[in-house]
């Protein structure tokens, strides 16, 4: 019926599978055909136009949690980035900084010139189907660096949500969507190239907190 729907709304092409999965997201009749639309609705329309997901290769980019603001700070900073100013932004050793650079270099995500490094990576999107214990360490890094920021950042310049609510599981597949659509909005409204002054995390949890019943 979806697909008839777009058929007579002139939808074709991508525009119609768009379209269907929307409908299965919402309406589909098991957890599978759900979970199923929502990474199609992803591979469609729900990243963000200057982002890329990680594949195994680029899996090393999050390493660390300083490997991709190094490529972000190569955008504020009006010349080129060396060791000493990634130690001196970013809060890192330079021994780390160093270290850093020469991976980023590897993967030809910076370029050297004249003694400096310069930016040639896209946006990245630290997220899969799967979960792999890596990118569950980036996750960690970024979290231990929230709470940090709780205590140490004044309240104007971060911001901090937390609510508690009751749902239906069902929902899940709905609620990750709008959270991954929320995400790519987010990065394609404030990520500055030309007139960026800082480097910022933005950090998504949803998660359970009750115990399921046993059955």
């Not at 092409?13 to 269907?20: I, S, T």
């Not at 929307?22 to 639309?37: E, F, M, Q, T, W």
């Not at 972000?72 to 970013?90: G, Q």
């Amino acid at each position: 019926m979806a697909q008839s729907i777009a058929t007579n709304l002139g939808l074709k092409g991508q525009e119609a599978h768009y379209f269907v999965s929307l409908v299965d997201l919402k309406h589909g009749r098991s957890a599978a055909i759900r979970n199923a639309a929502e990474k199609k609705l992803r591979e469609y329309g729900h990243r963000a136009e200057n982002s890329q997901a990680l594949d195994e290769e680029k899996l090393a980019l999050i390493r660390h949690w300083y490997y991709p603001a190094i490529i972000e700070l190569t955008h504020i900073v009006k010349h080129l980035v060396d060791a000493n100013v990634v130690s001196k932004r970013l809060g890192i050793s330079l021994e780390d900084a160093r270290d850093a650079l020469r991976v980023l270099e590897e993967r030809k995500c910076l370029q050297r010139i004249d003694g400096g490094y310069a930016r040639t990576a896209v946006h990245h999107v630290a997220e899969r189907s799967v979960s792999t214990p890596m990118i569950q360490n980036f996750h960690k890094q970024v979290l231990s660096l929230a709470t940090q920021a709780v205590s140490s950042q004044e309240l104007q310049k971060r911001k901090a949500l937390s609510t508690v609510l009751a749902v239906k599981e069902e929902d899940l597949p709905a609620a990750r969507a709008m959270l991954n659509k929320f995400s790519d909005d987010f990065v394609q409204r404030f990520q500055q190239i030309d007139s960026a002054d800082s480097v910022y995390a933005l950090s998504l949890q949803y998660f359970r907190l009750d115990q399921p019943n046993e059955k």
